[in-house]
Every structure is written in C-alpha cells, then in structure tokens.
C-alpha cells in the first residue's frame, strides 16, 4: 500500500564536522557529537518525488557528497524509484551556509555556497533503482557507488556506477544479474575497489 507523501518530505544533507567523543579516566564517555550545521534540498525535479538519502562522504574538495533514491513521476501519481547522486560546493564553511538562515536550502544554480555542485539521477524509467552507498577515489577524480536495479522478473540486480567527480557524468554503469545487490564499496590500497552486498544463489536463500 502507497504511503502518503508529506510536501513536508525533504533530503537533508548534513555538513560541517561534529565534536569527536572522548572518554574521561574515569570511564565515562565525553560530551556527545553535535551537529554544526546543514544543508537541505527540496527541488524534487531534480532528485524525485519524497527523495531519501543513506549515505553520504566528504568529498576530497571539501564539498559533501550523497546518495539515495527519490521516486518517478509526480506527487499524485509516484511511480518507481530512481538513483540519486549529488554534490555541494567544496570551500563552504558552516559559516557560509548558515549566513542567512540556521536551515539554508539548496537550488540549483544557487550563487557561491547557496547552490549545489551538481545533481545526477538515473535508473530504468518504469523500474525500482535504489543507490545505497558512495566512495571517492583515492585521487578524488570519480566515485564509485554501489546500489541495486530491478531486473527480470522484477526481482533485484546488484548495480554499480562510476561517476566523475567534476560533473557527475556517468563514465560506466553495471549490473550483476544474479537476484543481489550492493550495499557498500570501499578502495583498496592497490587503486582497486571492492563491494560488499548479497547474492542469492539459491532458491528461497541468500548470501
């Protein structure tokens, strides 16, 4: 059953470092992590309807990057989910995002720190994409993101797309036709990148 979509329904995009946990001597944790500041973005044209993102990095220039799903279509007749990537502008300190508001939002052209880097979306029109997880590349030139595409028989494929960190153009998209999916990526020290994520290799059982 469809839940119903709140206009209400943002991507918040959380920036700014928090204060490290520290343990006293006595055992004790320190004081807890605070949030210093964040960005929000409700331009559903770009990301799709109610978008959601789960995962998020700081990008190599400074800028923060994020990854999700927002559905196709429109409020009153959502379809679909498709992926999302999108990227702030590096060189923006709390302080510049919260010049004008403690709640600053996001738009698309958006002089200095009051506009987002860039914004790709992507999947099959008609069918569920969902991108669970982003990784820079050791030399901060693309990303690596790990999600999941609806394949035969509307059963799920493991999706992996390589995008460049200047534009957000996809240089390559795969899938793994074998009811999995990817649910996290990370480099290794040789310049390679491994994907952690499930299989199902036999019936009514998952690896």
Known sequence: MQSKLSKASVLALFLGRTQAIEDGTNGLAGEAPCLESYQRITDWGALGVDPHAVHGTVA????????GSGLEGDEGNPGPADSFIVKTKGGCSAEDIAADSIYPELTDGGSGCKGWDWVVKYGASGKTDKANWVAESPDGTYFIVAGITEGSGGKSDMNIAKIAATDGEIIWEMNHEAESG????AFTSDGGFVIGGYLDNESDAAE
């Open 60 to 67: 190599s220039d400074g800028g923060y990057v994020a990854v």
């Open 182 to 185: 990817a649910e996290t990526v």
